[in-house]
Each structure stands twice: as C-alpha cells, then as structure tokens.
C-alpha cells in the first residue's frame, strides 16, 4: 500500500490522465478531420463519398475494407500528428536542456584505445597510464 502511495504522489498520475483527456480530444478531432475532409477527397475517383460506403460480399457475408481503410488513414494522420506537434519538439527540449555529456573515457597515449578515466593500464597495449579523476 506503501509503494502505491508514493507512486499516487508522484505525479505521474496526474501527467497520464492529463495526456489521456487531450489525447481523446485530440483524437477527435483528427477523426472528424479525416472522415469530413480526407476521406471525401481521396474517394472522388471511386465515385463515392467516403471510404465507409465500400464494401465487399462473399459467400453473402459483407466485409467492410472501407471502414478498415478510414480507420487506417485515421490512425497514420493522429501518430504523424502527435509525432511532429509533440515527441518531435520535446525531444530537442529534451536534448537542448540536457547539455554534453560527461567524458567517461580517454584516450590511450601508447595506442589511442579508449581506456576508462581511472584505468592504470591500458587493456589493448597493457601502457601504464596515470588515472583521472572522474569527478
């Protein structure tokens, strides 16, 4: 009870149910998006008004391609969409924010391997070497 206290307080909770609500929303609204404008434009050459009106009979059972298709172009517009207005620009924060990384290796001075900073000798040539400080 203890562990799932702490992960309520966290705060991951509220950032997953926030994501959650504008993600439906979201989803909305591309859904709305691609079955009152995409979808009429991409069927004009079929001669129907959208995907949802194409439909395949055999053996008298109908198979419903047309609604797998809108579903289809549904799901590649949200996920270009969320990729390009959200994990696209947080990862270059993310990257921005987060600076160089610190240095863990060196350079052997006998045969240029990277040896570890505090290494004594180095692993590929066997030199003795002075350690660095990792700090």
Do not use: H, W
Request: proline share 5%.
């Amino acid at each position: 009870m203890k562990g799932f206290r702490a992960f309520l307080v966290q705060g991951n909770i509220v950032e997953l149910a926030t994501a959650f609500v504008i993600g439906t929303a979201f989803a909305a609204v591309v859904k709305a998006l691609v079955d009152n404008v995409i979808n009429p434009v991409i069927a004009i050459p079929g001669g129907k008004a959208n995907f949802d009106s194409y439909v395949a009979t055999i053996n008298g059972s109908k198979v419903l391609y047309g609604t797998f298709i809108t579903a289809l172009v549904s799901f590649l517009l949200i996920a270009a969409a969320v990729y390009f207005a959200f994990v696209l620009p947080y990862t270059r924060f993310k990257a921005r924010r987060a600076g160089p990384a610190a240095a863990i290796t060196r350079l052997c001075p006998e045969c240029l391997s990277d040896i570890p900073l505090a290494a004594r000798r180095c692993a590929f040539c066997t030199a003795v070497v002075t350690p660095q400080s990792t700090a």
